[in-house]
């Protein structure tokens, strides 16, 4: 399964403004990218709304005639501290962050 900050990542790589191009091959390439972005979207929760965010960012601004919208934030993939909410790249064996966990060092480095 794919995940949310992978499809972030084939949106902020995705030519957004390929229907525009005088380029045939470009326009191809570009109907065959969303093509596959709009199922990766599908089979993710959540992704029709972040491809929908996407969409709304790049479609607006000075040049659409309204006030322009920002891009979302990336999500985030790795594990979550159940204390303060964090997201964090690594929980210790109390479900904790660096910042959180009431293990000692001991208890850590396993002597314990």
């Not at 979550?80 to 962050?97: A, K």
Request: with cysteine.
């Amino acid at each position: 399964m794919t995940s949310l900050a992978k499809l972030y990542d084939r949106l902020e790589r995705h030519d957004w403004y390929y229907q525009m191009s005088d380029d045939h091959r470009c326009w191809q390439r570009g109907e065959a990218d969303w093509k596959e972005i709009t199922e990766m979207a599908a089979s993710i929760p959540g992704g029709d709304e972040l491809k929908g965010a996407f969409s709304t960012h790049y479609y607006t601004g000075e040049p659409w005639g309204n006030e322009k919208q920002p891009k979302p934030e990336r999500p985030h993939d790795g594990p979550t501290c159940y204390q303060c909410e964090q997201p964090v790249n690594y929980l210790f064996d109390d479900g904790r962050c660096k910042d959180c966990t009431r293990l000692i060092p001991d208890e850590v480095l396993g002597n314990v």
